[in-house]
């Protein structure tokens, strides 16, 4: 072979090779661009709930310029809260909405945010939660064990339904089978009035009201429809105990991994999003009280003297929860206290 026609042999084969390595590094770059974000909750479709995680994820995506994939697995599809929790903290899910209390089974100090009669309004607990040194020592907690903070969403406040007796007096809850969110405040709550929590997965609660597990629940008007629990129940006393927001974390692992600029994308949610998710929530509650009457439900609402009664038995709670979480409990609560 000539001379020459080595040489453009070579070069040739050189731009081919170029043209191979270049193609491998787009593609390369293209795949570490494509981040993935699995969004998981037990919060029903159909929901304000929903509505406000799509609306995250549409920020999110849009702010990434689609590097980030977002997917989202509603109505507990990947398991209940508990399994969540824990496979978020892992990183095998980057993203977890639910209820501080869920959160609270790795974060137990979180768990003074339910506490009964914690907080009178919701103006009260808003203004508790966004305060920049909660926010702060929520965020700190939350790195700790794997998390990190996103931001606040709602459930708002729990109430107490029954199949069968009305309850009125702290003396009513006594003996009674009530199912019990998975936590240990929620527990403590029950246990407080006198009543025989029964902690069951969300998944399985209208089952084990239709067949007689349990008596009753507590939960919000809202989350009560989106469930249909509501089938099984007759009365409901609005207690309102417990404000229970919920709150969006991320996989720390994920999140450590990301690019600034990513990071920096996810830790700045609109403010907008956050006001929207509870005013959605909240707006609803009206209507959900007035159809829960027309499906059959005994609505009550306690008198002030009544309350007192729920009030004195509840408040003390919180102390009892906070001591066992240690420090960061007893400080957590003093800070939502001084709202």
């Known amino acids: 072979m000539s001379h020459k026609k080595l040489t453009l042999l070579l070069a040739v084969v050189s731009a081919a090779v170029c043209a191979i390595g270049l193609v491998v590094t787009e593609q390369d770059a293209g795949a570490q661009e494509r981040i993935q974000m699995k969004i998981a909750t037990v919060a029903p479709e159909g929901t304000p709930w929903e509505k406000q995680l799509k609306q995250f994820k549409s920020y ?3 702010g990434s310029q689609g590097r980030i994939q977002v997917k989202m697995f509603m109505g507990g599809s990947l398991g209940g809260e508990k399994a969540l929790v824990r496979r978020t903290s892992q990183g095998t899910i980057q993203v977890f909405g639910g209820s501080a209390a869920a959160i609270g089974s790795l974060v137990p100090e979180l768990d003074v945010i339910e506490s009964p009669y914690l907080f009178d309004t919701v103006e009260q607990a808003d203004r508790a939660l966004d305060a920049p040194g909660t ?3 929520v965020s700190g907690l939350l790195t700790k064990r794997g998390f990190t903070f996103g931001f606040w969403a709602e459930n708002g406040f729990r109430s107490w339904y029954t199949k069968e007796k009305q309850i009125r007096t702290p003396a009513d809850l006594r003996g009674l089978r009530m199912r019990s969110q998975e936590s240990p405040v929620h527990l403590e709550t029950y246990r407080a009035f006198g009543a025989s929590p029964v902690p069951i997965d969300v998944t399985n609660v209208l089952t084990s009201l239709q067949t007689g597990v349990v008596d009753g629940f507590d ?14 129940a007759r009365q409901l006393t609005l207690s309102e105990h417990c404000y229970q927001p919920g709150v969006i974390v991320y996989s720390k692992t994920w999140y450590d991994a990301l690019p600034p600029d990513l990071q920096t994308l996810m830790s700045n949610v609109p403010a907008s999003l956050i006001t929207e998710g509870r005013t959605s929530v909240r707006r609803m509650d009206p209507i959900l009280l007035q159809n829960l009457g027309r499906v059959g439900i005994n609505v009550y609402r306690p008198t002030p003297a009544e309350r007192a009664q729920f009030v004195k038995i509840g408040r003390p709670v919180a102390d009892r929860i906070a001591a066992k979480a240690g420090a960061g409990g007893r400080t957590l609560l003093q800070a939502l206290r001084a709202r």
């Open 135 to 137: 926010r702060a020592q």
């Open 60 to 62: 999110v995506e849009k």
């Open 219 to 232: 939960n919000t008007p809202l989350f009560t429809f989106a469930t249909s629990w509501y089938q099984g």
